[in-house]
Structures are given as structure tokens and as C-alpha cells.
């Protein structure tokens, strides 16, 4: 019989049956969803859902290492950085870099520019990249099991765009701090080679994004693609997290139900989704010159917080706020380790996190900057 036709039986039963035959109802819709998202196999409802073989699938050594892995990204870049419009095309190229026992590996990508307002060639010279590997030989590697990945890449010339990379990086990498429900990053330097010109381009700090589905997985789960979802369908604890870490990096470019900057993980119909965050170039920490305040919000400038999460119980919040204060250490720590960051936009850095934290353990301020700021659910 198959689950059509139990729910066919269940709802024309008798009254007294039907009563207790909902709460099978509940159960038995909650195993189609898992079926429908293909979290368990139809052939066996019951059967659990087995990541391990998944996991090992995962590319643990790329994003587990967190040390500066140098590579070669050779292409016809003339042609694929003109490539802009919304039509755009895969342009092949060569992956470079030197294996766990030294020896060199060369990969075939295909490349293509990808983003939003990066791509405008108005602001960005150089635009982010998608990277997609289809050379069998990258089993044998780091990269076993990837097959797109995001780079994050410097968008102008100067070394001031270059530090706005190197924050970025390290606000995902405090976010990995925070929850194991974030995108993990591996920090490229990148020497650019152009095969038209048989001559380097230039050499630049790059990051690499775990891919959206690899991140599901990981958290043995599965993206979700919903519109007009809002806070308050999604997981209390992590969505107040993580209103809570865009209130930090004072980032306004984000939003659930806009489906901005956000990603939606199920890993159980039984409970609700969660939303994993991504994008922090228009931080106010950053505060990068091509960026403006929302005209939406009443902000005056990108450096000002603005809390743009729902209202949550009190303990939720505070369960949002030890988790900081229990990071702190190591929050602090991520970027008085990194040598790349300039000593000037490390001070700032750090004494702007000093005021997130001087607000989140006084009451006062938590009543006045986020309690009553908050937006009713």
C-alpha cells in the first residue's frame, strides 16, 4: 500500500478512528516530506538516513586546513572577465597547487563570472568566480568529490580591496566559531596567468566557499528553496544566532524572506529549517568603498548597527550572547594571528567588536539597541 493510499484510508475512516488516525496522519505526511526531499529513500520509508558515505565524499582536507594554500589559476582572462552579462559561458582554465606531499597538480576548471553587483563592470575590474573541476585526476586529490565552488576575489586593484577580502574570510571564519551551520572557507593567494599573453597577471588573496549542497550534506541535510519564507518559520536558536552575528559584523544585506544572502538547510520535517549566511562584503566592519546603508533602513552610515532580527524569548537572546561572550577569546585571537590584516584595520576591527560587546552584557543597551528595535514576528 503506498502512502497515497494510506492517507486515502486514514481520512475516510470513521469519526472515532479518524480522531486518533491524525496524529498517524502527522506522522506519516512528515515521511513523504523526507521521501519528497530525498532525506530518506523511497524504497524503504523506515530506513535511516546514512551520511557516512557521504561525508567521506566531502572534501574534509580542503576547507578543514585553514593555512594559505597557494595556486595557479591560468586562463584566456580578456575574454572571461568581458564575459559579464546574464547569458554568460564557461571558459576553460588550469587549477595549480602543490598536494600534501608537495608535488605539483594541475586541474582543469571551467570558469565563469558569477555575483550580483560584483559583476558589474562599473564596480568590479576583476568579478568573483564560480570554478567548476571536471578533470578525473582531482579524485586523487584534496578536491575529491567537489565539483563547483565559489571564489571570492579582490574586485579592484589596491590593497585596500585586498583587505576587504581578508575580512571577509575571517567573518566567516568567526561564524564557523559560532555553529558547525555555516559555510566553511579556505584562504587562496592566487597568482592569476593569462594564456592569450602567456604572462602572469597579478598576484592576489582569494577565498574559496564550501558548496551549497556539500554544506547541506554535511549537516546531514538538504538545501531548501522556498519564497516568502519568514523569521519566524525557521529554528529559533540558530535564526537569533544569526541575527545576532549580523547585528556583530553590523551587516544589513540579508534577508529570509527576500531570500537574500541566505540559505535554507532541512535536515528533519519534524522541526524547522535553519538559515546559513553568506555575503558579509557590505559589513559595516568592512565598510568597503563601493557600499551604501540600505535607503530602507534608518541608518546613517554602513558602520552603524541596526538589529534586523525577530523578537525571541529573553533566554534565547541570551543564549545568543553567551555564545559570543564564550568565543571571544577565539574571535579575538582569528585576527590577531593573521599577519595579512594591516595593523590600522586590525585596531579598528577589534575596538568595533568592542562595542558589540560592551552592548550585549549591558542590559540597558540590549533593551534600548535590540529588544525595542527588534521586528515583531
Not at 124 to 151: H, I, V, Y
Request: aromatic content about 12%; hydrophobic content about 35%; some cysteine.
Amino acid at each position: 500500500m503506498n502512502i497515497f493510499r494510506i492517507l486515502n484510508v486514514m481520512m475516510t475512516e470513521d469519526r472515532p478512528n479518524r480522531e486518533m488516525n491524525k496524529y498517524l496522519l502527522a506522522f506519516v505526511q512528515a515521511v513523504f516530506l523526507l521521501c519528497a526531499f530525498g532525506i530518506i529513500g523511497g524504497s524503504s520509508l523506515l530506513a535511516q538516513n546514512d551520511t557516512t558515505q557521504q561525508t567521506e565524499l566531502l572534501p574534509k582536507g580542503l576547507f578543514a586546513d585553514h593555512q594559505v594554500m597557494e595556486v595557479t589559476l591560468s586562463a584566456n582572462f580578456k575574454t572571461l572577465l568581458a564575459d559579464r552579462e546574464k547569458d554568460r559561458s564557461q571558459h576553460p582554465g588550469r587549477f595549480v597547487f602543490k598536494n600534501e606531499e608537495g608535488e605539483t597538480v594541475s586541474l582543469k576548471v571551467k570558469l565563469k563570472t558569477r555575483g550580483n553587483f560584483r559583476r558589474r563592470k562599473n564596480q568590479c575590474s576583476f568579478p568573483p568566480l564560480f570554478l567548476k573541476f571536471n578533470d578525473e585526476a582531482q579524485d586523487l586529490t584534496m578536491f575529491r568529490g567537489l565539483r563547483k565552488l565559489k571564489l571570492v576575489t579582490h574586485c579592484q586593484r589596491g590593497k585596500k580591496f585586498e583587505q576587504y577580502i581578508l575580512q571577509e574570510y575571517l567573518l566567516y571564519r568567526v561564524y564557523n566559531l559560532l555553529t558547525d551551520k555555516s559555510f566553511r572557507v579556505r584562504l587562496l593567494k592566487v597568482r592569476y596567468f593569462d594564456e592569450d599573453k602567456q604572462d602572469e597577471l597579478m598576484t592576489r588573496y582569494a577565498f574559496l566557499i564550501e558548496n551549497d549542497k556539500d554544506m547541506a550534506e554535511r549537516l546531514g541535510g538538504q538545501i531548501i528553496n522556498s519564497s516568502n519564507v519568514k523569521q519566524r518559520m525557521l529554528n529559533d536558536t540558530i535564526t537569533n544566532l544569526l541575527a545576532v552575528f549580523e547585528y556583530f559584523a553590523a551587516n544589513t544585506d540579508w534577508s529570509v524572506s527576500e531570500s537574500h544572502n541566505i540559505k535554507l538547510v532541512l535536515t528533519d520535517p519534524f522541526n524547522k529549517p535553519f538559515p546559513v549566511p553568506y555575503d558579509f562584503d557590505w559589513s559595516g566592519v568592512i565598510n568597503p568603498v563601493y557600499a551604501v546603508p540600505h535607503p530602507r533602513y534608518e541608518i546613517n552610515s554602513l558602520d552603524e548597527r541596526l538589529y534586523l532580527g525577530i523578537c525571541a524569548e529573553p533566554w534565547i537572546f541570551q543564549r545568543s550572547f553567551d555564545m559570543f561572550n564564550l568565543n571571544k577569546k577565539a574571535i579575538y585571537n582569528l585576527y590577531r594571528s593573521s599577519d595579512l590584516l594591516d595593523e590600522r584595520k586590525l585596531n579598528n576591527t577589534l575596538e568595533f567588536y568592542d562595542a558589540f560587546y560592551k552592548t550585549i552584557n549591558d542590559p540597558k543597551e540590549v533593551e534600548n539597541e535590540i529588544y525595542k528595535k527588534c521586528i515583531k514576528p
